[in-house]
């Protein structure tokens, strides 16, 4: 049975600020990274960016089936899209820790 309570909600509302924080990373990554990087600042900012708002539509898409789904009594066991989610995820992981370690190297 269907519980109207927020949790779904709230589990949209979370990737929607993760959508935002990736597009305004990004954004400013590219602005603090343009001096040393050059052109290739602006091109990893704007795959952030892309990346960021792809995120927002598949958040979005997922929500609604996810509410589809709660509102059907359906089995939500992978959940629809979580792919996805999952390997944008696993993208901004990979991403975090080539940054870390060209930091720690000096080779930006």
């Given at each position: 049975?269907?519980?109207?309570?927020?949790?779904?909600?709230?589990?949209?509302?979370?990737?929607?600020?993760?959508?935002?924080?990736?597009?305004?990373?990004s954004?400013?990554?590219?602005?603090?990274?343009?001096?040393?990087l050059?052109?290739?600042?602006?091109?990893?900012?704007?795959?952030?960016v892309?990346a960021?708002?792809?995120?927002?539509?598949?958040?979005?898409?997922?929500?609604?089936?996810?509410?589809a789904?709660?509102?059907?009594?359906?089995?939500?066991?992978t959940?629809?899209?979580?792919?996805?989610?999952?390997?944008t995820?696993?993208?901004?992981?990979?991403?975090?820790?080539?940054?870390?370690?060209?930091?720690?190297?000096g080779?930006?």
């Amino acid at each position: 049975m269907f519980d109207p309570g927020l949790q779904p909600e709230r589990t949209a509302l979370a990737w929607r600020r993760t959508s935002l924080s990736l597009v305004a990373g990004s954004l400013a990554g590219a602005r603090l990274l343009l001096p040393a990087l050059g052109a290739l600042a602006v091109v990893l900012g704007a795959c952030g960016v892309l990346a960021g708002l792809g995120l927002g539509l598949v958040a979005g898409r997922r929500a609604r089936a996810v509410d589809a789904a709660l509102r059907a009594d359906a089995s939500l066991v992978t959940g629809p899209g979580a792919g996805v989610l999952a390997a944008t995820a696993a993208g901004c992981l990979l991403v975090g820790v080539g940054a870390l370690a060209a930091v720690v190297t000096g080779a930006v």
